[in-house]
């Protein structure tokens, strides 16, 4: 079955650098998201995107956050100015375009962001 | 807004056993999804089982099933004949009805041990 892959799985970077997160999406799928997870607490949505824009996004998504889908495989989330709060797991996910409005997202393995 | 609670942080069972993990929510919506994901060690958010709030009938999957209560806005997870592999954090989410189904609402969560 196909897959949602990140990468790099943990990512460690110093305050004030900037990080990008990598992930390929399925193939197929045109929805792509952005969810973080700080150690201990729930899931939370950062961004959703369609159609080479951002289609929603949450408050946690501020001007330190921005999203590209760079060569048609690849979909990136880049913090500029990494916080230590930024600290945390991140989860890109896609959903089948054909079936969005029944289907539900496949998320990949996440990567642990570690800000120092 | 809406919001998802788990009041369970933490349950254990028995393996073979049957467990329920308990989630409420919150929401003006009559459309919409509900959702169980599963978070093993692995860090992987796996979907466990679904469910429309226009569908009557609780969502089964295997040893996974819902009881799914709209006007109360209840919806635990009952893990039957519960096995070594079922021990992960669980997450239940909620998502509107429609073209932002891939903006999932989490709860905080609930760790599930299962004793040999």
Known sequence: ?116 | AQTVTQSQPEMSVQEAETVTLSCTYDTSESDYYLFWYKQPPSRQMILVIRQEAYKQQNATENRFSVNFQKAAKSFSLKISDSQLGDAAMYFCAYSNYGGSQGNLIFGKGTKLSVKP
């Not at chain 1, 080479?52 to 590209?68: G, R, T």
């Not at chain 1, 495989?73 to 709060?85: A, G």
């Not at chain 1, 375009?97 to 962001?113: A, D, E, I, V």
Request: proline share 5%.
């Open chain 1, 1 to 116: 079955e196909p897959e949602v892959t990140q990468t790099p799985s943990h990512q460690v970077t110093q305050m004030g650098q900037e990080v990008i997160l990598r992930c390929v999406p399925i193939s197929n799928h045109l929805y792509f998201y952005w969810y973080r997870q700080i150690l201990g607490q729930k899931v939370e949505f950062l961004v959703s995107f369609y159609n080479n824009e951002i289609s929603e996004k949450s408050e946690i998504f501020d001007d330190q956050f921005s999203v590209e889908r760079p060569d048609g495989s690849n979909f990136t989330l880049k913090i500029r100015s990494t916080k230590l709060e930024d600290s945390a797991m991140y989860f890109c996910a896609s959903i089948d375009p054909g079936k969005s409005y029944n289907s539900p997202l496949h998320f990949g393995n996440g990567t642990r962001l570690t800000v120092t």
